[in-house]
T-cell receptor, first 111, second 111 residues
Framework: NAGVTQTPKFQVLKTGQSMTLQCAQD?????MSWYRQDPGMGLRLIHY???????DQGEVPNGYNVSRSTTEDFPLRLLSAAPSQTSVYFC??????????FGQGTRLTVV | KNEVEQSPQNLTAQEGEFITINCSYS?????LHWLQQHPGGGIVSLFM???GKKKHGRLIATINIQEKHSSLHITASHPRDSAVYIC?????????????FGKGTHLIIQP
């Protein structure tokens, strides 16, 4: 099993560009979520999903869109990148009542 | 006030010392998680607990639901334990249905 796979690992964007961060898990987990990690702020929840077709907003959802068309995939879309979205992004998945498994992270820089 | 508070923020100790990291939370939870993050690395789940105590090797985690408090202990600490330790809580469901994190404890174990 690959676990939780995030791509890309590194990305540089120009302000205003759009892109999609990919997250895939092969453990048939129903729960998936996206977080951003910033110095001094810790990890904060962007969006989460409790199953295919169901998504909800977290603490910092502005500027990001998600969809969950399959159990395996949970992409995070940046619609118009801003320097404030420079961060490290983590995807996680879990079953009901189980520990979370995290991807290796995507380091995004918006210039 | 943050919903999840950790202490200390930074901790430097000598190899072999007994380490304690504390976590207090102010919301109702379904489970508490202890995570480990090495510099530049991904995030790994150490423990998920909703009551009592768990032990993995030299690591011990306890939780007091009434006091809304958890501790992570490391016995016979080693330089490879140097990492950021993060406390997180989940409100319902699984570990990835939307975690709320403390800001982490940066632990350095000196040889």
């Amino acid at each position: 099993n690959a676990g939780v796979t995030q791509t890309p690992k590194f990305q540089v964007l120009k302000t205003g560009q759009s892109m999609t961060l990919q997250c895939a898990q092969d453990m048939n987990h129903e729960y998936m979520s996206w977080y951003r990690q910033d110095p001094g702020m810790g990890l904060r929840l962007i969006h989460y999903s409790v199953g295919a077709g169901i998504t909800d907003q977290g603490e910092v959802p502005n500027g990001y869109n998600v969809s969950r068309s399959t159990t395996e995939d949970f992409p995070l879309r940046l619609l118009s990148a801003a320097p404030s979205q420079t961060s490290v992004y983590f995807c996680a998945s879990s079953r009901t009542g189980s520990e979370a498994f995290f991807g290796q992270g995507t380091r995004l820089t918006v210039v | 006030k943050n919903e999840v508070e950790q202490s200390p923020q930074n901790l430097t100790a000598q190899e072999g010392e007994f380490i304690t990291i504390n976590c207090s939370y102010s919301v109702g939870i379904s489970a508490l998680h202890w995570l480990q993050q090495h510099p530049g690395g991904g995030i790994v789940s150490l423990f998920m607990l909703s009551s009592g105590k768990k032990k993995h090797g030299r690591l011990i985690a306890t939780i007091n639901i009434q006091e809304k408090h958890s501790s992570l202990h490391i016995t016979a600490s080693h330089p490879r334990d140097s990492a950021v330790y993060i406390c997180a809580v989940s409100r319902s469901g699984g570990g990835a249905d939307g975690l709320t994190f403390g800001k982490g404890t940066h632990l350095i174990i000196q040889p």
